[in-house]
DNA sequence: ATGAACGTTTGT
DNA sequence: ACAAACGTTCAT
């Protein structure tokens, strides 16, 4: 291929922003690694499963996700290929290996380079890739461009990724501040009483809640829209000349390994903060984050630490990724903010407990050294501003005016600094937020917008097991070992869990086990961010809960297919348009779905969600329902009828607990079909929950007769149905199966 | 705006 | 030479 640098096109040329170096897989990558999946748009092209081999995409499992540059790929100064391999140090490393421009597309090696002071800014998203001293001096602006080689991009289906536009931002970013409010969707929509949800019936059966009407204006954030950084004004991206700055930046290097890369993706600023338990209360999150966390968080993690942490963090989480973070960088120092504000993280929770501080300083302090050791590359500034911005960014949407809009510009080079806001709005503890229908998180102001989003890579868990010992400065290891570790870590909350997984790397890759985040609750997290999507693949739950959050079709395909294990999957309070995200990604697995109150979910959508792949080729054929394996349902308050039920029996053999509370078209007849002889349904049910269901009658009561496996059924609050019929029911059955009314009209096998 | 198609590059 | 698949263009 060197002989082809002709056929490739761009050869001299290229640094006229030209085309890009193509890019090619990395082979090293979780998902490089797998196999295909045959069962994605992309697989079910290739011939090899029986399709025409039209589409030549990869398996949407299998898209490499830090996608390196080729082995043709050569210095445009010394026409060498990349020298790293043959050496030792990082700062060597990092010299002599090939770096491409996001900007203008030039690839060198740093070394290369005649100026002396210039600086880089590295997107440590993405290997091999800058934006190289000439253009980051010459101030010129990020790439709108997608980054280089990045894959997820528009025209992949699971895509996060949106292509930006380009021109608009600068111009929208003023305008729109006073006009864009209205339009966001800043009134959570109406939702149904939260009792209503999940938990059987209510109190109040009476007015039966219908979410629906406005719902329907309420309406969907695209991906990776934000609106209200454009009101920011800040889309242009600003560069920093400042030369302090620049210096600081020359420093990047690359992380010291493969795995730092990816630990220090994380969590720190940028985790998504996963409910824990604990109550938040900022506004939005970051917010009050500014001030007492700061305080809080060098409460905690702080005295001998502080240094430690900060630094490690930095070369951790933004490492390289100078970029984005410079801007802020300078500015803050031109704010006059002295380094000493080392970098404040958003903390996930400030609530953490004095214990857990304590022990975590006990602990910091143990190990201080070794971090301390390998903290010791060199300081990037970046980071620090990078989480403080953001914040005021956020804070007050409007009132940013006097707030360098301009630190924006950093988002937009990549750092992926909206995890901050995976708490964007007060919500309570999980347990209570249900309970109170009426305060619900405040809206968020709005999603971070991620124009950058082309440049967020989604890091699979690093290839080598986590260390088995926190290592010590002296060379030996810590005397705890990890599990022990484990066992501690799992008594915190998520939130907790992220404050710690800023301590050092170990605790980092610790902390993200997915053992700890069997369960990610996201309930009524109104805004979903591709960070936070990244977060929970990282974690790879077995239960997620998006309800009443206003994810995206496109989002939840994406998760959906990068969630293998998924088992439990709880969409309530969705959109239709999200939830059909389900039709075209499978999820064979899947024991639970929740897809009550789910906007425009009737028959017709009922159908598409049962019925098998349309798009059967030949070959391949996979005839079964794409939920087949469902044992939990949940479709209260849907407009469905039998049509649904009827698929239902026939599609879900497993399904032994259906929740239809709610569902006003549901009749005696809805009943007859789910346990008429022939249908699995008919043995497999255990639970029925039918309350609130104004169409039920006391006859319903005889068709459960003939289910071998109920335990119960709740008919309560169906005005239909009475307290006698509910006696006979269990008068009839005693003679094989004892049941008792534990409420009224709510009917339970005793045993 | 989204998804399909396809020319071309890349690795073997 | 061939299979894989990147990234642009076309079609809807």
Not at 96 to 116: A, G, Q, R
Not at 313 to 329: F, I, L, N, Y
Not at 375 to 399: A, C, D, I
Not at 437 to 461: F, G, L
């Amino acid at each position: 291929m060197g002989t082809s640098s002709a056929a490739v096109k761009l050869p001299s040329n290229r640094s006229s922003s030209g085309a890009r170096r193509r890019r090619t897989r990395c082979r090293k990558c979780e998902a490089c690694l797998r196999t295909e999946c045959g069962e994605c748009h992309f697989c079910k092209d290739m011939k090899k499963f029986g399709g025409p081999g039209r589409m030549k995409q990869s398996c949407i499992m299998r898209q490499c996700i830090a996608p390196v540059l080729p082995h043709t790929a050569v210095c445009v100064v010394c026409k060498e290929a990349g020298k790293e391999d043959t050496l030792e140090e990082e700062e060597d490393k990092f010299n002599f290996m090939l770096m491409e421009c996001s900007i203008c597309n030039e690839i060198v090696h740093p070394n290369c380079l005649k100026v002396s002071d210039a600086s880089g800014v590295v997107n440590d998203e993405l290997p091999n890739c800058w934006e190289c001293p000439k253009c980051n001096h010459a101030g010129k602006s990020g790439k709108q461009k997608r980054g280089p080689g990045f894959k997820y991009a528009s025209n992949l289906p699971g895509s996060l990724l949106r292509e930006q536009k380009p021109v608009k931002e600068e111009g929208d970013v003023v305008s729109s501040a006073a006009k864009r409010r209205p339009d966001r969707e800043e009134t959570p929509r109406y939702r149904p009483d939260e009792a209503l949800h999940r938990q059987p019936p209510l109190l109040s059966p009476c007015n039966l809640p219908r979410p629906r009407p406005e719902d329907k204006l309420r309406k969907k954030r695209k991906l990776f829209d934000d609106d209200e950084d454009e009101d920011l004004g800040v889309r242009k991206k600003e560069k920093s000349d400042d030369p302090y700055f620049s210096k600081l930046l020359h420093q990047i290097k690359t992380e010291e390994d493969d795995e730092d890369a990816y630990e220090e993706e994380n969590e720190e600023g940028r985790e998504p903060h996963f409910r824990g338990g604990v109550e938040r209360k900022g506004r939005l999150g970051d917010a009050e984050e500014e001030g007492d966390d700061k305080d809080s968080r060098n409460e905690l993690l702080n005295p001998f630490i502080k240094t430690p942490v900060g630094d490690s963090d930095q070369s951790h989480c933004s490492s390289p990724q100078a970029g984005p973070s410079s801007e802020g960088g300078s500015e803050t120092q031109e704010k006059g903010q002295r380094p000493k504000a080392r970098r404040k993280r958003r903390l996930p929770n400030r609530e953490l407990s004095r214990e857990l501080s304590k022990a975590l300083n006990q602990e910091i302090q143990k190990t201080e050294d070794c971090l301390a050791n390998e903290n010791r590359q060199p300081l990037k500034v970046e980071p620090e501003t990078e989480n403080e911005e953001p914040k005021k960014l956020f804070r007050n949407g409007s009132e940013l005016g006097d707030q360098r809009p301009h630190l924006k510009t950093k988002e937009m080079n990549g750092t992926p600094w909206e995890l901050r806001h995976f708490y964007p709005s007060p919500i309570t503890p999980l347990g209570f937020n249900r309970s109170t229908p009426t305060n619900r998180p405040a809206p968020p102001h709005s999603p971070p917008k991620c124009v950058q989003m082309e440049r967020h890579v989604i890091r699979p868990p690093p290839i080598s097991p986590p260390p088995d010992r926190l290592p010590l400065k002296d060379g030996k290891t810590h005397v705890i070992q990890r599990e022990v570790w484990m066992k501690i870590f799992g008594y915190l909350t998520h939130q907790e869990l992220c404050v710690c997984m800023r301590v050092c790397k170990t605790w980092n890759r610790w902390c993200c086990d997915k053992r700890l985040w069997t369960k990610i609750d996201l309930n009524r997290c109104t805004s979903i961010t591709p960070l936070m999507l990244s977060g929970i693949i990282r974690r790879q739950p077995v239960s997620l809960d998006l309800s009443w959050t206003n994810i995206s079709k496109k989002q939840l395909s994406w998760l959906i297919n990068r969630l293998p294990g998924l088992r439990v999957l709880k969409l309530s309070g969705c959109s239709w348009a999200a939830v059909s995200a389900l039709c075209t990604s499978s999820c064979p697995l899947l024991r639970s779905l929740d897809v009550q109150w789910v906007e425009g979910l009737k028959d017709a959508q009922m159908r598409d969600l049962l019925s098998p792949p349309t798009d059967n080729r030949p070959g391949q054929l996979d005839n079964r329902c794409k939920l087949r394996n469902v044992e939990d349902l949940r479709l209260a308050g849907l407009d469905i009828t039998d049509t649904s039920l009827r698929l239902i029996s026939r599609q879900m053999p497993l399904l032994s607990n259906l929740d239809l509370s709610y569902c006003n078209h549901i009749n005696d007849q809805s009943v007859n079909l789910l346990t008429a002889a022939g249908t699995t349904t008919r043995d497999s049910l255990t639970e029925i929950n039918l309350s609130v269901c104004n169409r039920v009658t006391d006859h319903s009561l005889n068709f459960f007769k003939r289910c071998g496996s109920i335990c119960q059924i709740d008919l309560r609050f169906c005005k239909q149905v009475t307290k006698t019929a509910c006696e006979r029911f269990i008068a009839e059955m005693s003679v094989s199966v004892p049941f008792r009314l534990k409420e009224d009209k709510l009917l339970q096998k005793s045993s």
